[in-house]
Nanobody
Framework: QGRLVESGGGSVQAGGSLRLSCAASGDSPNYWPGWFRQPRVWLGWFRQAPGKEREGVARIDIGSSTTYYADSVKGRFTISQDTAEKFYLEMNNLNPGDTAVYHC??????????????????WGQGTQVTVSS
């Protein structure tokens, strides 16, 4: 059984930066290394603000290192992979519109970027990001 755990959220003023982490852990030490070696696996970041629908923020396709970003975060957010089981979302020039609970998720089927949230198999519990003006 695998789990994703996000961290790094917090409260910042507009214009500030945060780095979110997504760590994969599980009962078996070989579970996640095997998962992320699959040819069609991806990891993404999603966010949901109160009263709003969940939004895809960024995604990285592990095999090709292809990245995708929501238009609202292009040029400000960067998704990256550190180790086989740890990923980051670097967020710069934050604004109040970025306030939300941020989740990381992963799946082993290369669905179109727009459909990522609907197909993700594993989700983390989320970390709160609050940006004040």
């Amino acid at each position: 059984q695998g789990r994703l755990v996000e961290s790094g959220g917090g409260s910042v003023q507009a214009g500030g930066s945060l780095r979110l982490s997504c760590a994969a852990s599980g009962d078996s030490p070989n579970y996640w290394p095997g998962w992320f070696r699959q040819p069609r696996v991806w990891l993404g970041w999603f966010r949901q603000a109160p009263g709003k629908e969940r939004e895809g923020v960024a995604r990285i396709d592990i095999g090709s290192s292809t990245t995708y970003y929501a238009d609202s975060v292009k040029g400000r957010f960067t998704i990256s992979q550190d180790t086989a089981e740890k990923f980051y979302l670097e967020m710069n020039n934050l604004n109040p519109g970025d306030t939300a609970v941020y989740h990381c998720a992963t799946d082993a089927s290369l669905t179109p970027w727009i459909h990522s949230a609907a197909t993700a198999r594993y989700w983390g519990q989320g970390t709160q990001v609050t940006v004040s003006s």
